[in-house]
């Protein structure tokens, strides 16, 4: 039977495969995050090792408080350079409070992009997986949690006050009014700087720790606890702050995990921050806001800390299911 001479190419020709590059592509340095992962378990990755997470812990440790000691001495240079008086306390930042504030604020903020470095060059991920499961910022959600952090705020307040009347205690000196002269300036510091400073805080202990803890422990009870006690170790409040402090770590850690994201401890620590100190500037107590020391936290604050961390994880709990926010990554 004679062969078709059509049925195969001419010789030296190619059949009409698709398209392959000559070249391998080149290996990406980010490696791929893994699917169907936790927000706590985004940093398990092949390179995902113990020594990566204990490098980044100390390289974010370093340099956090190497740039606040820079800050605060370019802060003292500045200072001079604008004929700033010295403070007469050593522990003061500067005489002027609304100088101090922006140079305090400053210092924590500064490290927020160093954060996101060290996730890229030591665990070899993109910086936005720290943010969430969606490998970003859900500016969306951020919005609506921030509802909710108003929300309880003030009636986590309410609660507070109802305690300290029925204790007969007194909340003179929690509100009053300096003018619009000194209110004014501190007011627009803290609306622009308090949200980096408050992000840069959440990003550290309800991101890097709970994420770096997460590439060993499964229930992410152990990384919560450990890194609330490191993040309330770092407030030099009385007993009843401490905890206060400590139990906001623990319900925003919680959040973290159950919601996917940073978004919710954000919007809470915002508006917690901006709150605490637009009332201490609108007083005229701003110099002692920023010491810590000098800040009564009556152990009464503690039923409005109950109230407002049970109002804000109820309904972000709620919210989350109700508009199906992922808490898984993809």
């Known amino acids: 039977m004679q062969e078709n001479p059509g049925s195969h190419p001419p010789f030296g020709t190619q059949p009409p495969y698709p398209y392959m590059s000559p070249h391998p592509p080149r290996p990406t340095w980010f490696l791929p995050t893994p699917r169907g992962a936790r927000y706590d378990h985004l940093a398990r990755t092949p390179a995902s090792g113990l020594w990566r997470q204990f490098v980044g812990t100390i390289l974010i440790a370093v340099n956090f408080f190497a740039v606040g000691t820079v800050v605060i001495v370019g802060g003292a240079i500045v200072a001079g350079i604008l004929g700033i008086p010295t403070p007469v306390n050593p522990e003061q930042i500067s005489s002027d409070p609304v100088f101090a504030l922006v140079v305090l604020l400053l210092s924590l903020a500064a490290v927020l992009p160093l954060v996101f470095g060290t ?99 499964s229930n992410p009870l152990w990384s919560i606890l450990i890194s609330s006690a490191l993040f309330a170790s770092l407030h030099g409040y009385s007993w009843a702050g401490l905890v206060d402090v400590f139990a906001f770590g623990a319900a925003m850690g919680f959040l973290a995990v159950r919601t996917g994201g940073l978004e919710a401890p954000i919007a809470l620590h915002v508006v917690n921050n901006v709150v605490a100190f637009g009332l201490s500037a609108a007083a005229g107590n701003l110099e002692d806001a920023l010491q810590q020391d000098k800040v009564p936290v009556p152990w009464q604050s503690l039923v409005g800390t109950v109230v407002q961390l049970g109002v804000f994880v109820i309904g972000v709990l709620y919210l989350t299911r109700k508009r199906s926010i992922s808490t898984i990554s993809g």
């Open 119 to 217: 996730v890229a060059l030591v665990q070899r991920r993109r910086p936005g997986t720290l943010s969430s499961v969606a490998g970003r910022l859900r500016w969306s959600w951020l919005l609506r949690c921030s509802g909710v952090a108003v929300l309880s705020l003030v009636l986590g307040q309410l609660a507070q006050f109802g305690a300290l009347a029925t204790t007969g205690e007194t909340v003179e000196g929690m509100f009053g009014w300096t003018g619009w002269e000194r209110f004014l300036p501190a007011l627009i510091v803290i609306v622009l700087l308090v949200p980096f400073q408050a992000a840069t805080e959440e990003y550290i202990f309800r991101g890097w720790f709970l994420q770096a803890f997460g590439t060993r422990l």
